[in-house]
């Protein structure tokens, strides 16, 4: 591996303590607001036209949800938003070099599907579900994830890992950008499908690493947890 990518890794890991560190840094700041925009130039503007087409209804419908139905999702519906994953004959999202060393670990909290309560691998050639371990339950996983607790919580939770040791190997430290920029091509994939079945969910950048790859059953694994994505049944409907 890359040492100065490990070093800038290993700078931003996360534990259970600096977890406790993150939330009160994020709590006790107070960003400044600027009168102006600092990038703004003196120039004319160009107005552009905007579309209107069944794609921007579907950007528009995209935002955060934290709050989510005391109910089950159906199998069905999590099959959908997993697809935005699947290797078909391409797929939704670029990686550099054709490596795509991005890999999916679904936690399935409350769906209907015979995995359920269940930690799984995801196998996009296949579009199929293999079954890694059980999961906790909402109120054991949201501290692992570094979310709150309280409410029913989201009916999955889906954790991205990147194997890069490809992209390492072929581009050295900038391979470490490369495959970021795949998790988040890959999540806006996911993010726009889940808005296109009128499901919610937000992303978490602050799981406990370590703890994370155990409970996916990668520890020892050349693995890098990228992010998560909690999602399911929006308290207000959408």
């Not at 406790?20 to 990038?39: C, G, K, V, Y």
Request: charged share 20%; proline share 10%.
């Amino acid at each position: 591996m890359s040492a100065p990518f490990e070093a800038f890794w290993t700078a931003g890991r996360t534990t259970p303590v600096t977890q406790r560190r993150l939330a009160d840094q994020m709590r006790d700041h107070r960003p400044e607001q600027p009168s102006l925009d600092p990038f703004e130039l003196p120039g004319q503007y160009h107005e552009l036209r905007r579309s209107s087409d069944r794609l921007d209804r579907v950007f528009r419908r995209r935002c955060s949800d934290r709050e989510f139905r005391p109910v089950p999702l159906p199998g069905k519906q999590l099959g959908s938003v997993l697809a935005a994953l699947a290797e078909d004959e391409g797929r939704s999202y670029p990686s550099a070099g054709g490596l795509y060393p991005l890999r999916c670990y679904p936690m399935l909290l409350n769906v209907w599907h015979e995995l359920n309560g269940r930690v799984c691998r995801y196998a996009p050639g296949r579009h199929a579900l293999q079954e890694v371990g059980p999961c906790p339950r909402w109120p054991e996983l949201a501290p692992l994830l570094g979310a709150a607790e309280e409410g029913p919580g989201p009916q999955f939770a889906l954790a991205f890992v990147l194997a890069d040791e490809p992209l390492l190997a072929k581009y050295g430290p900038r391979g470490g950008r490369f495959g970021l920029i795949e998790v988040g091509a890959a999540l806006q994939s996911v993010a726009l499908r889940m808005a296109a079945e009128h499901l919610g969910g937000y992303l978490l950048g602050g799981a406990a690493d370590a703890a994370m790859l155990e409970l996916l059953g990668l520890t020892g694994m050349p693995v890098r947890l990228g992010a998560v994505l909690a999602g399911g049944l929006p308290a207000g409907g959408r």
